[in-house]
């Protein structure tokens, strides 16, 4: 049977007598507790500078120091590998396998399930492009960073459902690239869905137009015609200033070159694979927010939400977004060219 626990003012005493230089033996018969309870009562307040009840471990976990070595590893291994195959894995090694018992070890070496973060999929020649990109623009002025005028398209879903997929991982690892999702540009575009082209600087929101079928690069060069020149003197860029626009293959085709180098656009070089330095992927995230808060209930009422919601965004937050550019290459020079939480 166990033993009742001594009081906190009953401890206080034996340590109170304790200082006053009175011995184990006094103090037990004085207050008549076993001298073996007053020894460990000083032991304790020795070593913890308390008498109180400190936490406990609990009881003891059912699974093994090697059964538990073999879960982490087999979670580091795949961070995606879900709760109920680890069950079956810890079932052949004949370990326990409720999932509360796998989970709980599974914390204590400080992993946790998540939600993956989708980044694009880098190659090593990315990587090193990436790296070279951000080396070589960290040092630009504010002055040159608002001439730019940031382009891009984005599907926009009717519903804005997304599939999600679960990982296990450390604090602080949302980003590493075993981590996250690899995802590419989208080829088809149709269903319940519209594409759009915009543009934006640190002026405000440009041109944003809704891209008719599948886009190639003839109906690119139309939307640059129509768009870009009218967003230029919408934002009142000044000469000498620069587009952006990522690596699509319509976008770099040799007609779509051509029809550049006719115009006289100031291109920036860009990077593949690099939504995380472009401004206007923010904004997209934002437009999406603000549309699907609307409700819209067909196509047609989604790009008028589209549009009405380009047109409310503030420039106070584009410049905003701008002005976080150096700490985004920064992270990307951190990272060695990898994925950064942007």
């Not at 070595?69 to 409720?98: D, Y």
């Not at 946790?112 to 623009?137: D, I």
């Not at 599939?163 to 296990?168: D, F, G, P, V």
């Not at 609307?294 to 701008?322: A, V, Y």
Request: charged content about 30%; hydrophobic content about 30%; some cysteine.
């Amino acid at each position: 049977m166990k033993s009742k626990e001594l009081s906190i003012d009953l401890r206080d005493r034996i340590v109170s007598r304790h200082k006053s230089g009175k011995g184990y033996r006094k103090i037990s018969a004085a207050l008549k507790v076993p001298m073996s309870t007053v020894a460990s009562i000083i032991h304790k307040w020795k070593k913890f500078e308390t008498t109180r009840t400190l936490p406990r471990a609990g009881r003891p976990s059912k699974l093994s120091d090697r059964g538990r070595r073999a879960l982490v590893r087999e979670t580091t291994k795949n961070p995606m590998v879900t709760l109920s195959e680890l069950q079956r894995s810890s079932v052949e090694r004949g370990e326990p396998s409720r999932r509360t018992t796998i989970s709980a070890a599974i914390h204590q070496s400080d992993l946790y399930g998540r939600v993956a973060r989708r980044k694009p999929l880098l190659s090593k020649r990315h990587m090193a492009v990436h790296l070279e990109f951000a080396k070589r623009h960290l040092k630009d002025s504010q002055t040159m960073r608002n001439k730019i005028l940031w382009s891009d398209e984005t599907k926009i879903e009717l519903f804005g459902v997304n599939a999600r997929c679960h990982i296990w991982r450390k604090p602080g690892t949302a980003h590493h690239q075993a981590n996250t999702i690899p995802t590419v540009k989208h080829v088809k575009y149709g269903g319940g869905s519209i594409m759009l082209w915009g543009c934006v600087a640190s002026a405000g929101t440009g041109n944003l137009v809704k891209v008719e079928g599948r886009m190639d690069s003839t109906q690119y060069q139309q939307i640059l015609e129509t768009n870009v020149q009218e967003s230029v003197t919408k934002l009142k860029l000044r000469r000498g200033w620069i587009f952006q626009q990522d690596n699509d293959p319509k976008h770099c085709s040799k007609s779509t070159k051509a029809f550049i180098q006719r115009n006289k656009y100031n291109v920036l070089e860009w990077p593949s694979q690099s939504p995380d330095l472009n401004r206007i992927e923010n904004l997209w995230c934002e437009l999406k927010r603000a549309v699907h808060a609307r409700k819209p209930s067909n196509l047609n009422e989604l790009e008028i939400f589209c549009k009405e919601e380009w047109s409310k965004i503030p420039s106070s937050t584009i410049q905003t977004l701008i002005g976080t550019y150096r700490k985004r290459l920064e992270a990307v020079i951190s990272a060695k060219g990898g994925s950064t939480k942007y």
